[in-house]
């Protein structure tokens, strides 16, 4: 869990060394949203690619505020109760401050820095809902949502399992996130695709990611990220963060290397978008593993999510459910995998703060904590989260109209285009030719 090692900790002294990592790892972690920004943007269609940016990127600013009023209090308020929230002693960070914090956390960091660290987290999680509703719907509904997903949804099964709550007490380990961030964010984006609909065309229209290059641009600048994002919720400069780096790396070189192997074998050819989607299945998986196993279960893990994953995308086809960018066959699936293989491949040795899993010798209670875990998050993310989408489309509408939707977001939610190419075309031909008109509107609709 973030933090799992230090919630145990006994020494509670500052640490400038500690302090130091854990300001690199927030810098990493709100990174990871520009990324996860382009990593999008890269695989919509060029008419939504404003949208998808400006969705994204407004969760920075949405986030943090609601954060540092009620999100914070919510997940760390009365740490380590067992129960279901924590209390409203942080509100609006009242005594949140360079102290150490509550002796429950065990910091040896300045509490306001493990808030900002937090912060990243509740930044990026809703914003991965945006690949499954990508192309329709409303900025003002989605902005909306996601306020109203962090107070409700996200900061309680953030008390849950990173604040102490019943979670953990029940015993479930969940070293960076993998059901905090990626189960729940992965239940939450099935409940609203349900609510919101299909795209326009979809199952009949070619929709072709429209830039690859960006895709792939965003892949590296999360790979880069998630080492903030696993290896800084040790909470400190030491050895479970050293091994959870490691594991983060083998994991999304495991998880691209099987994906692109399965394409090949199925497909006949591997793809960019392929290597780029295994990568991240790769280090979704080992999230909640990251600081709790060792040797070569990182590349068991990464590989198993390489090829579960890929084979779980065509699940939208068989129910008839539109996760536009994969959200559900990626995090969603690949958190409950690496949150179940977590439960057989615990190692104390690696940190003796966790438990043992099947595979080494600590029997099945760690597995099905796990599984426990799993279903509770996601049971309580989807159906709230469908709550929140049935308000929002009662009360505003959800998703845009068809006009807008084939207009495209970037136009008819935001009033600008992505690219200036029919301009620039018209204006050349302009100088050298002074094309016809007909000329000029055949290149600006390109």
Known sequence: MVGGTAFRQT????DSGNTAWMLVSTALVLFMTPGLAFFYAGMVRSKNVLGMLMQNFSAMGLMAVLWALVGFTIAFGDPGNGGLLGNLDFVGLRDVGPDLGPEFLGLTIPFVLFCAYQMTFAVITPALITGATADRMKFSAYLLFIGAWLVLVYAPVAHWVFGGGWLFELG?????GGAVVHI???????????VLGKRRGWGHDAMPPHSLPLTLLGTGILWFGWFGFNAGSALGANAVAAQALMNTFLAASAGMLTWILTERLRDGHPTTLGAASGAVAGLVAITPCAGFVGGLAPIAIGGAAGVVCLLAISLKNRFGYDDSLDVIGVHLVGGLLGALMLGLFADTAVNELGYDGLLFGGGAELLADQAVASAATFAYSFVVSLLIAKVIDLVIGLRVSPEQELEGLDRSQHAETAYAFGSIASGLGTIVSHGSDADQRSTADV
């Open 11 to 14: 020494e509670i002294t500052m």
């Open 172 to 176: 479930a380990l969940d070293f960076a």
């Open 184 to 194: 729940n964010a992965g239940a939450a984006a099935l409940a609203v695709v349900i």
